[in-house]
C-alpha cells in the first residue's frame, strides 16, 4: 500500500528523532491492537501479558527475568494522552536538541535517561518502606524519563535559548524545563511516583550529561560504538561486481585523443575570446587536469 511506503521512507531517510518517535508509536500500535483482539477473544490475559513483557517491573527477581524491559519499557504506552504528551515534547525538545547536538548524542541521551530513569525507579522500590507493599507488582511503562532527560540536557547546554508559549509570549528554555521537571516529577508524588522516580532518574543524567560534555567527555560515546556496530552488522553488504574492460582498438583511441584535443582547443579559444573567467567549472576543472599531466 502506498502509505507503508511513504512511511517506509520517512523512516528510512528521516533523522533518529523521526525514527524514535516512529518507534513509540508503532509500539502503542501493537498495544492497541493486542487489546482489541484481547477483548475480542474475552482474554484480558493476552493483553497483561503483552504489556508485562514490554514493562520493566521494579522487583530484582521479575527484571533478572526480563532484563531486556530497561529498553522496551521506554518506548511503551497504553494511554493515548500518555504518549501524545510525551512525543511532543520530544519533537519540541529533540527539534531544538538538534539544532546543537547531532543525532547521534540525541539518541545516547534518549536510551541511557531512559536507562537511569528505570535504575532510580527499580532500586528506590527496593529500599524504600513506602513501597514495600508493591515491590512485586508494579512495573513502568513510558518515555518520559527519556524525554526528561533530552529536555534538561538540551536547557542545560543552551539556557538562554527563548521559546514562544501560547498566552505567556517568549520565555528562556531553562524556566520551561525547570516547570516540567516541577509538575511532572515534584507535584503530587504520591500519584504515580513510580514513574516520578524514573523522571528523576532521567532528568538527572540529562543535567550530568551536558556537564560532561561541555568537560569534553561525551558519556555516550560508548553506547554510539555499540549501536554503530551492531547498525554496520545488520546492514546489507554490497555485492562485489566484477567488470572486465573492452581494449581500445587504434581507430577508436586516436578517435578519442582527436576528440579530447578538440574540446582543449575549443576552451582555449574561449579563453582568448572571453579571458579565463568566462569558463564554466567543468572546463575549468578540465584545463587544470590537463595542465597537471604536462608538468
Not at 528523576?200 to 561541555?214: E, K, M, P, W
Request: proline share 2%; net charge positive.
Amino acid at each position: 500500500m502506498r502509505i507503508w511506503d511513504d512511511i517506509g521512507k520517512t523512516f528510512k531517510n528521516g533523522n533518529s528523532l523521526t525514527r524514535l518517535i516512529y518507534v513509540n508509536i508503532a509500539v502503542f500500535l501493537l498495544i492497541t491492537i493486542g487489546s482489541i483482539i484481547a477483548y475480542l477473544l474475552n482474554n484480558q490475559t493476552l493483553q497483561i501479558n503483552l504489556l508485562n513483557w514490554l514493562s520493566v517491573p521494579s522487583s530484582f527477581k521479575a527484571f533478572l527475568v526480563r532484563p531486556w524491559t530497561l529498553i522496551t519499557y521506554m518506548f511503551t504506552h497504553k494511554d493515548i494522552l500518555h504518549i501524545l504528551f510525551n512525543m511532543l515534547w520530544l519533537y519540541w525538545f529533540g527539534t531544538i536538541f538538534l539544532e546543537y547536538l547531532d543525532q547521534k548524542k540525541l539518541v545516547a541521551v534518549y536510551l541511557l535517561g531512559g536507562i537511569c530513569g528505570a535504575v532510580v525507579y527499580i532500586i528506590s522500590f527496593n529500599i524504600f518502606p513506602a513501597f514495600d507493599q508493591v515491590v512485586n507488582e508494579s512495573v513502568a511503562i513510558g518515555a518520559s524519563a527519556s524525554v526528561l532527560a533530552i529536555v534538561v540536557a538540551i536547557a542545560a547546554y543552551v539556557p538562554d535559548y527563548s521559546v514562544n508559549l501560547f498566552l505567556i509570549g517568549r520565555i528562556k528554555i531553562k524556566w520551561v524545563a525547570l516547570a516540567i521537571f516541577i509538575l511532572t516529577s515534584v507535584m503530587d508524588f504520591s500519584v504515580n511516583s513510580g514513574g516520578k522516580l524514573a523522571h528523576i532518574g532521567g532528568a538527572a543524567f540529562g543535567y550530568i550529561y551536558t556537564v560532561s560534555l561541555r568537560r569534553g567527555h561525551d558519556p555516550g560515546k560508548g553506547l554510539n560504538k555499540i549501536l554503530d556496530f551492531f547498525a554496520t552488522l545488520f546492514k546489507p553488504r554490497k555485492k562485489l561486481r566484477v567488470t572486465y574492460k573492452k581494449k581500445k582498438t587504434d581507430y577508436e583511441y586516436n578517435k578519442a585523443r582527436a576528440d579530447h584535443q578538440e574540446q582543449i582547443n575549443k576552451i582555449l579559444d574561449k579563453i582568448s575570446k572571453g579571458g579565463y573567467d568566462c569558463l564554466t567549472k567543468e572546463e575549468k576543472d578540465l584545463l587544470f587536469r590537463e595542465s597537471q599531466k604536462n608538468n
